[in-house]
């Protein structure tokens, strides 16, 4: 990058700082979103949850199916990742 490049584009650097930040805050999010040990403790939480009348059969089938799926797209993922790398 030239002097003069870089002297015009410097106002746009915070931007570009606050947009990598915001990368790695999605890609962290997305990292703990479908981790499988993370999905597995909530599963078990789910269950205890519901043993303990907290939560009724049906709000617990929809959650589970929610974590099942997150658990499904996790390990597509990882697949994926593997496969590429």
């Given amino acids: 990058m030239g002097l003069f490049t870089g002297?015009?584009?410097l106002p746009l650097a915070p931007v570009r700082g606050v947009v990598w930040i915001a990368e790695q805050v999605m890609e962290e999010m997305e990292r703990e979103l479908y981790d499988e040990d993370s999905i597995r403790r909530e599963l078990v939480q789910l269950e205890l949850d519901f043993e303990d009348g907290l939560i009724d059969e049906e709000e617990?089938?929809?959650r589970e199916d929610a974590l099942l799926?997150?658990?499904a797209i996790g390990?597509?993922?990882q697949d994926e990742e593997e496969t590429d790398g």
Avoid: I
């Fill in 75 to 77: 390990a597509y993922q």
């Fill in 60 to 62: 617990r089938q929809v």
């Fill in 69 to 71: 799926e997150r658990l």
């Fill in 7 to 9: 002297l015009v584009t």
